[in-house]
T-cell receptor
């Protein structure tokens, strides 16, 4: 079975440019999560969706960040304009939500983002 | 709020040594608890989980028991291998539709 697929795996761009990260969750999963990993702050939740609807975006750092999930098989995380402090590894994870039954989250391999 | 505290790393062990990585949590109620492992250049993989008090999760020789009295979920392995070198994350969540609260991660290096 295909796991969570993220693209690109690596992105290097200059400050001020727009960056778009992509995620394809596992088929049949109805919850999708975006996390950011840095040395200083560890793993932080940015936003998560349930049935394509954003449920909690309180972790999105500021208005420069936006996320969409137009359908059950695709999500994007966009940073515009990008800044050097956005450099991190961004992970997407998905799971199947069923009330009272705790399924683990499955993670993609991440996108390593470097903003120069 | 909910939080997870892990022991600071890095932890360096010789092959076949006993491993313990401490994890304690703060939460109102009884969340589900997880250990995830991250190998270099990869995403996180679920290692084991426990969904209620006194449950023991186990996988690949690793074990952890959900202790509500001490709000802990320590990870143990009796004999580590070089291939166990990775970063280990303790995490909690309330249901599969909720995000995970992660600890900072503990880096483990096993030497031959």
């Amino acid at each position: 079975d295909a796991g969570v697929i993220q693209s690109p795996r690596h992105e290097v761009t200059e400050m001020g440019q727009e960056v778009t990260l992509r995620c394809k969750p596992i088929s049949g999963h109805n919850s999708l999560f975006w996390y950011r990993q840095t040395m200083m702050r560890g793993l932080e939740l940015l936003i998560y969706f349930n049935n394509n609807v954003p449920i909690d975006d309180s972790g999105m750092p500021e208005d420069r960040f936006s996320a969409k999930m137009p359908n059950a098989s695709f999500s994007t995380l966009k940073i515009q304009p990008s800044e050097p402090r956005d450099s991190a590894v961004y992970f997407c994870a998905s799971t199947q939500t069923r009330t009272g039954y705790n399924q683990p989250q499955h993670f993609g391999d991440g996108t390593r983002l470097s903003i120069l | 709020g909910n939080s997870v505290t892990q022991m600071e790393g890095p932890v360096t062990l010789s092959e076949e040594a006993f491993l313990t990585i401490n994890c304690t949590y703060t939460a109102t109620g009884y969340p589900s608890l997880f250990w995830y492992v991250q190998y270099p250049g990869e995403g996180l993989q679920l290692l084991l989980k426990a969904t209620k008090a006194d449950d023991k999760g186990s996988n690949k020789g690793f074990e952890a028991t959900y202790r509500k009295e001490t709000t802990s979920f320590h990870l143990e392995k009796g004999s580590v291998q070089v291939s166990d070198s990775a970063v280990y994350f303790c995490a909690l969540s309330w249901d599969s539709g909720y995000a995970l609260n992660f600890g900072k991660g503990t880096s483990l290096l096993v030497t031959p």
